[in-house]
């Protein structure tokens, strides 16, 4: 079975892609070749050919050329050829080989009325022509009819496999569109947190060097040891964020070569209370830690998205506050951690918060939470941000 599908399904192949004319012309010459064989050869007692008879076998197998193109025309013509040698006994086929022809090829390409009208045609036509025919026996009533529910049914089924082939192929290219918009999402997803990386990275460094740099001059004469410590500072800030950039930019680069999705190394909760003490000892700004309820671990998501969310509002405020002092408070909840960061100055340079709170929403909304930001119940400018844990997690990511 193995060995006849390695020689047929390379021949099948290569009809079906070789030129349509090429093949059909090569079947009109073999069905004319078959149906020339009872004039070659004629029976005891049948009529002879003519010329009559010659046209109108040739009728029966050229239309044939352009099955594929007009299949219905093609059925019209091939019936009248059949029926006209049926009818003048010139002489009439022994075998119906154009109509077999005919017959699959409507079944396979016509329309549902097309295809209805032509089997009923040539199942009646077949059947009056054995009755007027002399010496007409059963078993021929019995070949014609099942040869030609034989040709259509095989039509039936080229019909329904090309239709299959065509919906396999279709949701093969369905699934490889949706691969593709998915693969699109998610490198958009990971370069707009790249981007948000990049940024609290930076703009957090930038903040404390830019309050050190402010503050260096003043003191540099008066107090050389707190200018030399705010140099210091403005070094050791300039020096974590690079080591961070080289991090993102190592792991894009290794991923890049391996070809695989990028996962960048990121800060978790735990880190928090080192970001209050690096804000609190270079920027000048008094920052308490409050933490409410039993912390627990959090998915790396949520984890990041807290600690971002304290770094940029602590960022926003070492800019634009003016603040003297700021609280950071972590409340766990049963269902939801709540960070709150408040501060004693005039609130964000910008009325949505800039870029930095934009993106410190977008991270809380992926992880199914929300964060809110305007003035302090006691004036100053205030962050809380939700992030739902547990069960609550998964229902706001639905």
Known sequence: MSAARSWYSPVVTRLRTTNPYVVDSALAVLV????????????????????????LGAATAVPLVWRRRHPYACALAVSAATTAMAYYHAPPPDVLYG?????????????PWQRRTMLASWLLGAVLTMQHKEHSE??????????????????VLARVQRAYTAAVEDRARRLEREKAAETARAIAQERARIARDMHDILAHAVSLMVVQAEAGPVVVRSDPARAEAAFDAIAASGRDAMGQLRRILGVLKEEERRGGAVTLPQPDLAGIPTLVRQVSDSAGLRVELRLLGTPRPLPPDTEVAAY???????????????ASCAQVELDWAEDELTLTVTDDGQGPAHPNGGHGL??????????GGSAETGPGPNGGFRVVVRLPVGADREAALG
Not at 99 to 110: E, H
Not at 138 to 155: K, R, W
Not at 315 to 320: G, P
């Open 138 to 155: 059963p078993f021929e009533y019995a070949f014609h009819v099942t040869g030609m529910i034989c040709a259509y049914g095989l039509g």
């Open 99 to 111: 109509g077999f022809v005919v017959l699959y090829t409507m079944a396979a390409q016509g329309l």
């Open 358 to 367: 934009i993106g410190l929403r977008e991270r809380a909304a992926a992880c």
């Open 308 to 322: 971002r969310a304290v770094q940029e509002a602590l960022t926003n405020t070492v800019k634009h506050a003016y």
């Open 32 to 55: 004319l070749f078959a149906a020339s064989l009872q004039w070659m050869f004629p029976d005891e007692g049948d009529d002879r050919l003519t010329l009559v008879g010659w046209l």
